[in-house]
């Protein structure tokens, strides 16, 4: 690992483009990818050569970018350079009594469970893939099914090591450069470059879980069995069918997770109980006709989902109940050439359930097609100030891109900010700078720390200039 620092400049080979895109597959731009496998050359693509003269210059700003599962353009940077961190990808050090884990930021979610869940070990929490990096997750504060009881990614980083504008090398923790710890996780990439961190890995004791389904009809009758099971289960979400109205607007399935016990488990896997057998992974390798995904498919689809999923209680594979998307290779294909974009919306406790019968009626009368919709609670924020969730309730769905999908995000924006709420940075694609700044009432906070450590705006991506998170060049 390189020392803490200022770090030595040599000339640069001329940069590739490459036409890039997030998960959502809808919006591609062409930017300068570096690909760079050490910390020493990872720093002198970031300063530039602006101490060298006689070096050419590189591109005027860059992103971070992990395994490209955010879905708008938080990791793009059109005209600009994006640094591919997959290189990046080293173990360096656990300790199993505490079970902290040291890696370098490009280290995938998945190869911390090949490598640790054999051992016990698993994630703090994680989002709905495992296909995201440390840096990643750290950068987007990613939360999962457990956030009313564990909170987000945030809680299990110790520290990190942190590349700023300037070529220079800081560890910075909640007790340590904490303004700029908390700036950094959830500021997705925008004040420097996690080169490695520090996490806590929790300890697990078989690798499956036991899952309560439940049924209800309606949102209020999902919104009270949420209530009723935050404090017995770690885990909850839910589906939700979007496409419901009348008396059934937000019927649900919600599944209630907690950690299977070797007692648990089925005779024959209680001998390996931390051992998953490998399944078959069907894919999709190239785009779906546009026609595939329309109210009556996706009709079908959600009345298939509700009749298979009846009350009662089944014991599942940690892959099968976090990453259930995981087991569809490309599945984003789906949705057509067009791409897709997500809303996921997050609504103070005190209004969730008015805000999320507005968005779930304006969703349903405008007939598009989501069948991934869900509904999980949530707990209390943390210091963050660009960190996405707080008590109350988020609700998610995929819908395919078309014209009139900004028109209609435009109306759920409106809904959203009525009753208090705001949108997640890794899933945005559409909102407006305005609209930003009014759900986040504590931007100025994350702004002065960008400023101070990057005066000179280094670091910027297609949506931080699309929010007025950095000047347009």
Known sequence: MTPEGSLPLRRDPRLPTRALSGWGRCLVETCSVARPTDVGRLAELVAGGRSDPDREPGPPDWIPRGLGRAYGDSSLNAGGGVLDLTRLDRLLAFDPETGVLECEAGVSLADVIATFL???????????????????????????????????????????????ADGSLVECSPAERGDLFDATVGGMGLTGVIVSARIRLRRQPTAYYRVRYRRTTNLDAALEAFAESDAS??????????????????????????????????????????????????????????????????????????????????????????????????????????????????????????????????????RRASFLA????????????????????????????????????????????????????????????????????????????????????????????????????
């Open 118 to 164: 054999p051992r016990g070990f698993f994630l703090h929490t994680s989002p709905g893939t495992k296909h995201v990096t440390v840096g990643g997750a750290i950068a987007a504060d990613v939360h999962g099914k457990n956030h009313h009881h564990d909170g987000s990614f945030r809680a299990c980083v110790r520290s990190l090591r942190l590349l700023l």
């Open 233 to 366: 289960y770690r885990y909850s979400v839910a589906w939700i069918d979007c496409l419901a109205r009348g008396a059934h607007l937000g019927r649900s399935v919600l599944m209630l997770g907690r950690d299977a016990e070797v007692a648990d488990l089925p005779p024959a896997r209680r001998a390996e109980p931390l051992r998953v057998a490998p399944v078959w992974r069907p894919s999709v390798p190239v785009p779906l006709p546009g026609v595939a995904l329309n109210p009556l498919t996706v009709r079908a689809f959600n009345a298939a989902f509700w009749a298979r999923h009846r009350d009662g209680e089944r014991t599942e594979d940690f892959d099968r109940y976090w990453y259930p998307l995981d087991r569809v290779g490309g599945w984003n294909r789906i949705y057509g050439a067009r791409g897709f974009v997500q809303y996921q919306a997050w609504l103070p406790r005190a209004s969730s359930r008015a805000g999320l019968v507005e968005l779930l009626e304006a969703i349903s009368a405008s």
């Open 374 to 473: 869900v509904l999980k609670a949530c707990g209390p924020a943390n210091a963050s100030p660009l960190s996405y969730l707080d008590t109350g309730h988020t609700l998610a769905l995929d819908l395919p891109y078309g014209d009139d999908v900004p028109a209609l995000f435009d109306r759920l924006d409106a809904i959203l900010l009525r009753h208090g709420g705001r949108l997640y940075l890794a899933k945005d694609a559409l909102t407006s700078p305005e609209r930003f700044a009014a759900m986040y009432p504590r931007l100025e906070a994350w702004r002065k720390v960008k400023e101070a450590v990057d005066p000179g705006r280094r670091f910027a991506s297609s949506q931080a200039r699309r929010l007025g998170l950095v000047e347009a060049r």
